[in-house]
Protein backbone atom coordinates (compact mmCIF):
# COMPACT_ATOMS: atom_id res chain seq x y z
CA UNK A 1 0.00 0.00 0.00
CA UNK A 2 1.24 3.78 -0.62
CA UNK A 3 1.74 5.73 2.28
CA UNK A 4 3.88 8.33 3.94
CA UNK A 5 5.13 8.40 6.92
CA UNK A 6 6.22 11.47 9.37
CA UNK A 7 7.56 10.05 12.13
CA UNK A 8 7.52 13.49 14.25
CA UNK A 9 4.01 14.97 15.72
CA UNK A 10 6.32 18.45 16.72
CA UNK A 11 9.38 19.89 15.84
CA UNK A 12 10.58 22.71 18.33
CA UNK A 13 13.73 24.90 17.18
CA UNK A 14 15.29 28.10 17.71
CA UNK A 15 14.41 31.07 15.90
CA UNK A 16 17.49 31.52 13.67
CA UNK A 17 18.34 28.14 13.53
CA UNK A 18 18.09 25.19 10.97
CA UNK A 19 15.11 23.24 10.50
CA UNK A 20 14.19 19.44 9.20
CA UNK A 21 11.12 18.00 9.31
CA UNK A 22 11.24 14.76 8.44
CA UNK A 23 8.85 12.56 6.06
CA UNK A 24 9.48 8.79 4.18
CA UNK A 25 7.20 7.26 2.04
CA UNK A 26 6.13 4.23 0.02
CA UNK A 27 4.54 4.41 -3.40
CA UNK A 28 4.74 1.98 -6.85
CA UNK A 29 6.25 3.84 -9.33
CA UNK A 30 7.62 7.23 -10.15
CA UNK A 31 7.36 9.38 -6.80
CA UNK A 32 5.50 12.68 -6.74
CA UNK A 33 6.20 14.27 -4.05
CA UNK A 34 4.64 17.54 -1.98
CA UNK A 35 4.99 19.37 1.19
CA UNK A 36 2.27 21.64 1.84
CA UNK A 37 1.53 23.98 5.02
CA UNK A 38 -1.80 25.02 7.40
CA UNK A 39 -2.35 27.84 9.31
CA UNK A 40 -4.71 27.69 12.08
CA UNK A 41 -8.61 27.81 10.40
CA UNK A 42 -6.67 27.54 7.21
CA UNK A 43 -6.62 25.43 4.37
CA UNK A 44 -3.43 23.79 2.82
CA UNK A 45 -0.86 25.88 0.88
CA UNK A 46 1.56 24.62 -1.36
CA UNK A 47 5.35 24.78 -0.32
CA UNK A 48 7.11 22.67 -3.14
CA UNK A 49 6.88 19.82 -4.91
CA UNK A 50 9.39 17.21 -6.76
CA UNK A 51 8.80 15.32 -9.90
CA UNK A 52 12.19 14.85 -11.19
CA UNK A 53 15.52 16.15 -11.54
CA UNK A 54 17.77 17.44 -9.14
CA UNK A 55 17.17 16.04 -5.50
CA UNK A 56 17.25 19.31 -3.63
CA UNK A 57 14.03 21.26 -4.56
CA UNK A 58 13.63 24.61 -3.73
CA UNK A 59 10.20 26.01 -2.70
CA UNK A 60 8.42 29.06 -0.94
CA UNK A 61 9.27 31.18 1.92
CA UNK A 62 13.00 30.03 2.35
CA UNK A 63 12.18 26.10 2.20
CA UNK A 64 13.94 23.47 0.10
CA UNK A 65 13.29 19.58 0.86
CA UNK A 66 16.09 16.83 -0.26
CA UNK A 67 14.53 13.99 -2.17
CA UNK A 68 16.37 10.41 -1.42
CA UNK A 69 15.31 7.85 -3.21
CA UNK A 70 17.75 4.90 -1.63
CA UNK A 71 16.18 5.90 1.45
CA UNK A 72 12.89 6.92 0.87
CA UNK A 73 12.87 10.40 2.35
CA UNK A 74 12.19 13.83 1.31
CA UNK A 75 13.23 15.74 4.14
CA UNK A 76 11.52 19.45 4.16
CA UNK A 77 14.73 22.15 5.75
CA UNK A 78 15.07 25.91 5.77
CA UNK A 79 18.53 27.49 6.73
CA UNK A 80 17.49 29.42 9.44
CA UNK A 81 13.68 29.22 11.21
CA UNK A 82 11.22 32.17 11.45
CA UNK A 83 8.84 32.79 14.39
CA UNK A 84 6.31 32.73 11.81
CA UNK A 85 7.19 29.06 10.07
CA UNK A 86 5.06 27.89 13.26
CA UNK A 87 2.39 25.77 11.67
CA UNK A 88 1.57 22.19 10.73
CA UNK A 89 3.47 20.73 7.97
CA UNK A 90 2.12 18.01 5.32
CA UNK A 91 3.99 16.18 3.47
CA UNK A 92 1.94 14.04 0.05
CA UNK A 93 2.55 11.63 -2.24
CA UNK A 94 0.77 11.42 -5.40
CA UNK A 95 -1.29 8.04 -5.63
CA UNK A 96 -0.14 6.19 -8.58
CA UNK A 97 -2.92 3.63 -8.83
CA UNK A 98 -6.01 5.18 -8.56
CA UNK A 99 -6.14 9.11 -10.13
CA UNK A 100 -3.69 11.38 -9.09
CA UNK A 101 -5.03 12.95 -5.75
CA UNK A 102 -2.50 13.57 -2.74
CA UNK A 103 -1.38 10.96 0.29
CA UNK A 104 -0.83 12.85 3.04
CA UNK A 105 1.25 11.84 6.44
CA UNK A 106 -0.17 13.02 9.71
CA UNK A 107 1.26 16.51 10.33
CA UNK A 108 4.14 17.58 11.79
CA UNK A 109 3.98 20.80 14.08
CA UNK A 110 6.78 23.15 13.83
CA UNK A 111 7.01 25.73 16.90
CA UNK A 112 9.91 28.15 16.68
CA UNK A 113 10.81 29.97 19.17
CA UNK A 114 11.75 33.47 19.60
CA UNK B 1 -6.02 35.02 -9.13
CA UNK B 2 -9.01 33.75 -7.11
CA UNK B 3 -8.57 31.00 -4.78
CA UNK B 4 -10.66 28.26 -4.54
CA UNK B 5 -13.53 29.16 -2.49
CA UNK B 6 -15.63 27.14 0.10
CA UNK B 7 -18.90 27.33 1.83
CA UNK B 8 -20.16 27.76 4.86
CA UNK B 9 -17.18 27.83 6.89
CA UNK B 10 -18.24 26.40 9.73
CA UNK B 11 -21.83 23.95 10.16
CA UNK B 12 -23.22 22.69 13.17
CA UNK B 13 -25.85 19.59 12.95
CA UNK B 14 -27.08 16.67 14.94
CA UNK B 15 -26.87 13.37 14.29
CA UNK B 16 -29.58 11.34 11.04
CA UNK B 17 -29.44 15.17 9.44
CA UNK B 18 -28.07 16.26 6.49
CA UNK B 19 -25.86 18.50 4.77
CA UNK B 20 -24.36 19.83 1.84
CA UNK B 21 -20.98 21.32 1.33
CA UNK B 22 -20.57 24.07 -1.80
CA UNK B 23 -16.72 24.33 -3.49
CA UNK B 24 -15.93 26.75 -6.28
CA UNK B 25 -12.31 25.47 -8.11
CA UNK B 26 -9.46 27.99 -9.40
CA UNK B 27 -10.97 29.18 -12.95
CA UNK B 28 -9.72 26.91 -15.99
CA UNK B 29 -9.18 23.83 -13.64
CA UNK B 30 -10.26 20.83 -14.60
CA UNK B 31 -9.53 18.37 -11.41
CA UNK B 32 -11.52 19.16 -8.33
CA UNK B 33 -11.03 17.01 -5.05
CA UNK B 34 -12.88 16.55 -2.22
CA UNK B 35 -10.82 15.87 1.30
CA UNK B 36 -11.81 14.87 4.48
CA UNK B 37 -9.75 15.57 7.27
CA UNK B 38 -9.95 14.69 10.68
CA UNK B 39 -8.80 16.17 13.71
CA UNK B 40 -4.94 14.82 14.26
CA UNK B 41 -5.06 13.52 10.33
CA UNK B 42 -3.56 14.17 7.54
CA UNK B 43 -6.50 14.99 4.75
CA UNK B 44 -7.68 11.59 2.92
CA UNK B 45 -9.17 11.71 -0.32
CA UNK B 46 -13.63 11.50 -0.35
CA UNK B 47 -13.74 11.83 -4.81
CA UNK B 48 -11.99 13.42 -7.52
CA UNK B 49 -13.57 14.78 -10.31
CA UNK B 50 -12.44 15.60 -13.72
CA UNK B 51 -14.32 17.96 -15.52
CA UNK B 52 -17.74 16.73 -14.48
CA UNK B 53 -16.37 13.17 -14.64
CA UNK B 54 -15.32 10.87 -11.46
CA UNK B 55 -12.16 9.64 -11.53
CA UNK B 56 -11.76 8.15 -8.32
CA UNK B 57 -14.81 7.36 -5.27
CA UNK B 58 -13.44 4.76 -4.30
CA UNK B 59 -13.07 6.06 -0.53
CA UNK B 60 -16.36 8.00 -0.56
CA UNK B 61 -19.01 6.05 1.96
CA UNK B 62 -21.57 6.23 -0.85
CA UNK B 63 -24.08 5.19 1.78
CA UNK B 64 -24.36 8.60 3.31
CA UNK B 65 -22.06 11.00 0.92
CA UNK B 66 -22.66 11.84 -2.41
CA UNK B 67 -20.87 14.44 -4.74
CA UNK B 68 -21.72 16.46 -8.13
CA UNK B 69 -19.68 18.92 -10.06
CA UNK B 70 -22.38 20.19 -12.56
CA UNK B 71 -20.93 21.52 -16.01
CA UNK B 72 -17.88 20.98 -14.78
CA UNK B 73 -17.31 23.79 -12.67
CA UNK B 74 -19.00 23.88 -9.07
CA UNK B 75 -19.16 20.87 -6.64
CA UNK B 76 -21.57 19.93 -4.36
CA UNK B 77 -21.10 17.59 -1.47
CA UNK B 78 -23.49 15.70 0.74
CA UNK B 79 -24.19 13.82 3.78
CA UNK B 80 -27.16 11.99 4.50
CA UNK B 81 -27.60 10.89 7.52
CA UNK B 82 -24.33 11.84 9.24
CA UNK B 83 -23.08 10.42 11.54
CA UNK B 84 -20.93 11.69 14.61
CA UNK B 85 -17.56 10.26 13.13
CA UNK B 86 -18.42 12.38 10.12
CA UNK B 87 -17.19 15.59 12.32
CA UNK B 88 -14.02 16.74 10.18
CA UNK B 89 -13.24 19.58 8.13
CA UNK B 90 -14.11 19.44 4.48
CA UNK B 91 -11.18 20.13 2.39
CA UNK B 92 -11.90 21.21 -1.75
CA UNK B 93 -8.91 21.56 -4.15
CA UNK B 94 -8.32 21.61 -7.68
CA UNK B 95 -5.70 21.96 -10.07
CA UNK B 96 -4.82 22.78 -13.61
CA UNK B 97 -4.80 19.19 -15.34
CA UNK B 98 -4.41 15.86 -14.71
CA UNK B 99 -2.02 13.39 -15.98
CA UNK B 100 0.88 12.88 -17.92
CA UNK B 101 4.50 13.63 -16.91
CA UNK B 102 3.98 17.06 -15.41
CA UNK B 103 1.58 17.33 -12.04
CA UNK B 104 0.34 20.68 -11.50
CA UNK B 105 0.12 20.51 -7.50
CA UNK B 106 -3.41 21.19 -5.88
CA UNK B 107 -4.68 24.20 -4.70
CA UNK B 108 -6.77 24.02 -1.25
CA UNK B 109 -9.91 25.93 0.05
CA UNK B 110 -10.13 27.51 3.39
CA UNK B 111 -12.30 24.01 4.22
CA UNK B 112 -15.43 23.65 5.64
CA UNK B 113 -15.53 22.62 9.48
CA UNK B 114 -18.25 20.15 10.41
CA UNK B 115 -19.53 19.24 13.82
CA UNK B 116 -22.11 16.51 14.02
CA UNK B 117 -23.46 16.72 17.53
Known amino acids: AQSVAQPEDQVNVAEGNPLTVKCTYS??????LFWYVQYPNRGLQFLLK??????LVKGSYGFEAEFNKSQTSFHLKKPSALVSDSALYFC????????????FGKGTTLSVSS | EAGVAQSPRYKIIEKRQSVAFWCNPI?????LYWYQQILGQGPKLLIQ????????DSQLPKDRFSAERLKGVDSTLKIQPAKLEDSAVYLC???????????????FGPGTRLTVL
Open chain 1, 50 to 55: YITGDN
Open chain 1, 27 to 32: VSGNPY
Open chain 2, 49 to 56: FQNNGVVD
Open chain 2, 27 to 31: SGHAT
Open chain 1, 92 to 103: AVRDNQAGTALI
Open chain 2, 93 to 107: ASSLRWGGSSYNEQF
